[in-house]
């Protein structure tokens, strides 16, 4: 049995949830639903990182304590992936003592083989960030991320020698092309590190929200040294429950391409100097753009668009949780930006789902009501339908199985488009009851039983509904995907119901 990895980065606790972390997760959540589907030992994390000086200036902010701000807010994540059916296997937070653990055993490491030593930071600090900058790298002494006024900090740190690891890394690029993808991400990372590695800081005496360095206790770790380490963390290291060997071959990280840094020059650094390969993958996602603008909590400070107004679950209540999933799934290729907007979800609603799939599937409940008694009759071996499916088939799994899931969705929606194309053909609601109509119709419920479980990944709710109304047994996730999908199982004589709309439509504002 093949074994699948997959994390989402850790979301910061100094706010709340926003569609912007949805996007991630919903993608992160669709491949682990994927390769569970196919059969394959599937592991999913995702969490929040609580640590640093914005939880600790936010938790200020609100009067409480930084942990009681960590506890509510965390919260708040889980209450926004529940409202997006999401099949996290652990959802970890830093400020759980075996994270604790697991981060001070392997900066140890770290330390103990040499990469770790002291010295005075003095430069351009970004609190938003929770990053230093070089005046070069600065936007006139603002953050390039934030556009923010930078601080001047100076204070003693213990710093990694990254710059030990310059060669070393564009060694393992040149070797592990699909290392970092889509390649254009790739490039720029590899860019980053032939442009020359400066060695950084890793822990922090000016705060005290964090996790204690073992061999000095004046010192806690800066807190993206802490957060990278979670990924490892969830699968025991340093621990007794150590399952590193087990996962770490087959682990992939989704994440947005403004921590293309820290994910693939940094941490797989990092895991070098402890002794560990670095994570076999590291899939970069774009940014959701509202007006141009990337969605974020600064965005929203500066009078753009309220994140109140399209957080997760507002949008879950308004269109259904499977319609944003696929929309979130469907908009943009996962390596691009995509534009966002409310319009546009209505739009996908109306056309992709009520138009095409959701009318698909009561047309044929209809029809099968009408000119077969509500059983199905059963599909053809050489059904014109069939190499439409099999090809859906195909495609779909290709796409999923290379970090593609628009691809993959329109090539489920092509074999929707056939079906909905061969019944136009027939019209089998103007035949007589018999042996022709039945064909037709045995035909296309065989077509929808496969939609069915090629869009489970997407909409898992959705699907099972379909299966459901279909007449089948269990849920289209049950046994061996292969066998699943091939033409023709479909029996004679099952009950075929019809049931509400599936997707009435909106009613575009």
Request: aromatic share 12%; glycine share 8%.
């Amino acid at each position: 049995m093949a074994r699948f990895y997959i994390t989402t980065p850790i979301y910061y606790v100094n706010d709340a949830p926003h569609v912007g972390h949805a996007y991630c997760t919903v993608n992160a959540d669709a491949m682990a639903r994927w390769h569970r589907l196919i059969g394959d030992e599937t592991k999913f994390l995702t969490g929040t990182d609580e640590h640093g000086q914005k939880v600790a200036d936010a938790a200020e902010k609100n009067g409480v304590s930084p942990q009681a701000w960590a506890d509510t807010t965390s919260a708040r994540f889980r209450e926004a992936w529940d409202a997006l059916a999401i099949s996290y296997d652990d959802f970890i937070r830093t400020t759980e003592p075996r994270h604790y653990e697991s981060v001070q055993k392997f900066l140890t490491a770290i330390y103990d083989n040499g990469f770790i030593y002291k010295d005075t930071y003095s430069g351009l600090y970004c609190v938003s960030c929770e990053d230093y900058f070089t005046d070069e790298a600065s936007d006139n002494g603002k953050c390039p991320v934030h556009a923010k006024p930078l601080t001047q900090m100076e204070e003693e740190n213990w710093f990694f020698k990254l710059s030990a690891f310059e060669d070393k890394l564009l060694e393992y690029y040149a070797k592990n092309p699909e290392f970092v993808t889509p390649g254009t991400k790739s490039n720029e990372a590899y860019a980053f590190i032939k442009g020359g590695l400066r060695d950084i800081s890793i822990t922090r005496t000016s705060i005290s929200w964090g996790v204690p360095v073992p061999w000095d206790e004046k010192h806690v770790f800066y807190v993206w040294y802490d957060a990278l380490i979670n990924y490892l963390t969830a699968i025991g290291y340093g621990r007794e429950d150590d399952e590193v060997a087990k996962w770490w071959p087959n682990s992939h990280h989704l994440i947005g391409k403004e921590i293309i840094r820290f994910h693939c020059v940094w941490w797989p650094a990092m895991c070098m100097a402890a002794g560990l390969e670095p994570p076999s993958h590291v899939q970069v996602h774009g940014w959701l753009l509202v007006g141009g603008q990337k969605l974020s909590k600064t965005m929203a400070q500066e009078g753009g668009v309220k994140l109140t107004d399209i957080a997760p679950v507002v949008l879950t209540n308004e269109y259904g949780v499977d319609p944003i999933r696929y929309y979130l799934l469907r908009e943009a290729v996962l390596g691009n930006d995509g534009d966002f907007s409310l319009e546009a979800i209505t739009a996908r609603y109306n056309t992709d789902l009520a138009n095409n799939l959701g009318n698909l599937v009561a047309r044929v409940a209809t029809v099968v009501q009408s000119k077969c008694d509500g059983l199905s009759p059963g599909a053809r071996s050489d059904s014109v339908l069939r190499s439409d499916a099999e090809t859906a088939v195909t495609e779909t799994a290709a796409a999923w199985n290379r970090f593609a899931p628009q691809a993959a969705l329109e090539a489920t929606w092509r074999l929707i488009g056939a079906t909905n194309s061969f019944l136009e053909q027939n019209a089998p609601w103007k035949m007589e009851s018999g042996p022709e109509a039945e064909a037709v119709m045995g035909d296309a419920l065989e077509a929808i039983r496969i939609i069915s479980i090629l869009v489970t990944p997407a909409m898992p709710t959705v699907a099972a509904e379909i299966w459901k109304r279909l007449g089948l047994s269990g849920l289209p996730t049950d046994g061996d995907f292969n066998e699943n999908t091939k033409w023709g199982l479909f029996a004679k004589g099952v009950q075929v119901e019809k049931g509400d709309p599936l997707f009435p439509r909106i009613k575009s504002e």
